[in-house]
């Protein structure tokens, strides 16, 4: 029999996948079943292990068998479902430390709008606010070698600052108008990582909170805010998932107990090798009795939406916004030798009425976004599709259905009013994110002594932000209508002030209250905007 050459590199994968699930079997299932039950399962594979052993007794060269694994195990979980997951090393190092809520570091968050990263926020307590770093320092060397002007992708900049704690990195920073570089030795240390992006009072008694992922901390993160809000007069909270991607379970369950009562299920879990294990609210919650409101979109999964599903399926609360990615597989890690892992899918997720969260898997399963957006759904919620053989009841009576995602209460389309011509070219060009940049340097002193939202509005007002961008615009040739700046302008001058808010100490707390303005899913939540069902 003659193969060509391009029939071995397409064999390849096939045969060296199973190298990796007979590891799985081997290593995974054994402590669970018998040796004859492993037998059996093993068994199916003969046909590909009897390839595999004619290779290894005939092919005419070595193989490198590391490599080919390597390359073959993503190959063999894309044919088992979308989220089931192979991670190297140092992607399973990276994965972990984001859910962790920590990682090693020097503690700055910083952007890169003109080819040079600026330090956006010093981490407080952090390793370079001990060292004197400053928000608006321009990175330029790291440990002698030039990061700046020399189109280095953002990942490399992060890898060449992040390193073992204790350890020590050189940063050269060009500060202000000074040609001068700073040189400063930053003593890495554990860096927390935060999962409230904001929390805040609305006015008296409306709060608002963003949770942007779920993580090791997000219970902790949220009670403390809560606690502070509450304090502050709460009465009726806005949880914010839009884009939070999910993360760990037991922080979805804690968080959803915090708001229902006693008995109430919150989510159930089941496969065909797990049996169906519910999760129920122990009544201990200190937030049963707060008016509710969840914010969704299509962003928003796994975690996001077992809590919205929780809130929703027992009559809590008030979904708003659209309706979610649907993500609702259970993945089991599974860690090998070598420290590179798997996250394997072993069970789905169902709300309390029985819905499956997770969305049917199709060839446009990876565009299902840009599937909604062609068909309308983004904009209309007459354009979501229901299935009326997945229609099921919550035990007030609220029609709620399956198929995958949460779909909410309340719909409140994407907001395209403002988008003109000028609008898009002015963002593809980063016009408002580079001046924000230059007027924090020239607003500097200004700005770091604004310790509260009311300051810092009254300033930004003071400084004639349009008229600075207009002139900003049209020194690079671009100067809209008035009926586009009549469409637009709001939106850019609101982007403007929310971003200089960043370089301010108030941080997040400035940019998010600020960014509100043109938010039409927070305005509607609020009571102030119109949704379109």
């Not at 993945?331 to 070598?338: C, G, K, L, M």
């Amino acid at each position: 029999m003659n193969f060509t050459e391009g029939t071995r590199r397409g064999l390849w994968p096939a045969v060296a996948a199973i190298l990796f699930v007979m590891l799985i079997l081997t290593r995974y299932c054994d402590s669970t079943l018998s040796r004859r039950e492993l037998q059996i399962k093993a068994g199916k594979w003969d046909k590909l292990m009897l390839i595999l052993g004619e290779i290894d007794r005939n092919y005419v060269d070595s193989v490198d068998y590391a490599g080919i694994t390597e390359e073959a195990i993503p190959l063999l979980l894309e044919r088992l479902d979308p989220h089931s997951l192979y991670l190297p090393p140092q992607e399973l190092k990276s994965a972990e430390e984001e859910l962790q809520g920590n990682f090693d570091g020097i503690g700055i968050q910083f952007n890169v709008p003109n080819d040079t990263a600026i330090v956006i926020q010093v981490i407080p307590g952090g390793p370079s606010e001990r060292a004197g770093v400053l928000s608006g320092d321009r990175i330029v060397e790291v440990d002698g070698r030039r990061v700046a002007g020399v189109k280095l992708d953002q990942d490399s900049l992060v890898s060449m600052l992040r390193g073992r704690s204790g350890s020590t990195v050189n940063v050269g920073f060009k500060r202000g108008s000074s040609n001068n570089l700073l040189k400063i030795d930053i003593k890495r240390d554990k860096i927390p990582v935060k999962s409230v992006d904001v929390s805040y009072m609305v006015d008296d008694t409306l709060a608002y909170l963003k949770l942007s992922k779920f993580t090791r901390t997000s219970h902790k993160e949220v009670s403390e805010s809560l606690e502070k809000l509450k304090s502050d007069g709460m009465k009726c909270l806005i949880i914010d998932l839009r884009g939070n991607t999910g993360g760990y379970l037991d922080q979805a369950l804690m968080l959803s107990n915090e708001f229902l009562d006693r008995g109430s299920l919150i989510v159930y879990m089941e496969g065909l090798h797990r049996k169906r294990e519910d999760y129920f609210a122990d009544g201990r919650g200190r937030y049963r009795d707060i008016c509710l409101k969840i914010l969704i979109d299509e962003g928003s999964a796994s975690s996001s939406e077992i809590l919205a599903g929780a809130i929703q399926d027992n009559d809590r609360g008030e979904i708003i916004g659209r309706r979610s990615f649907g993500k609702g597989l259970v993945q089991e890690p599974i860690y090998f030798s070598d420290k590179s892992g798997l996250r394997l899918t072993v069970a789905r997720f169902y709300t309390p009425s029985g819905r499956s969260i997770q969305k049917p898997y199709s060839k446009d399963y990876r565009n299902d976004i840009m599937e909604r957006y062609r068909h309308g759904e983004l904009t209309s919620a007459d354009s979501i599709k229901q299935n009326d053989t997945l229609k099921y009841k919550t035990p007030k009576g609220k029609i709620v259905y399956g198929g995958g995602g949460i779909t909410p209460d309340l719909f409140v389309p994407l907001d395209t009013a403002g988008i003109t011509n000028f609008l898009i070219k002015s963002n593809e060009r980063g016009l408002v994110f580079r001046l924000s940049s230059e007027l924090a340097d020239i607003y500097r002193s200004q700005l770091r002594n604004i310790n509260n939202l009311q300051d810092l509005k009254k300033f930004l007002n003071s400084i004639d932000i349009e008229r600075k961008f207009l002139e900003y615009a049209a020194s690079r040739n671009l100067v809209p209508t008035k009926e586009e700046w009549a469409l637009s302008g709001k939106i850019i001058v609101t982007q403007l002030k929310a971003l200089l808010g960043r370089y301010s100490p108030l941080d997040d707390n400035a940019y998010y209250p600020i960014i509100s303005d043109i938010d039409n899913v927070i305005q509607v939540a609020s009571g102030r905007g119109l949704t379109v069902q």
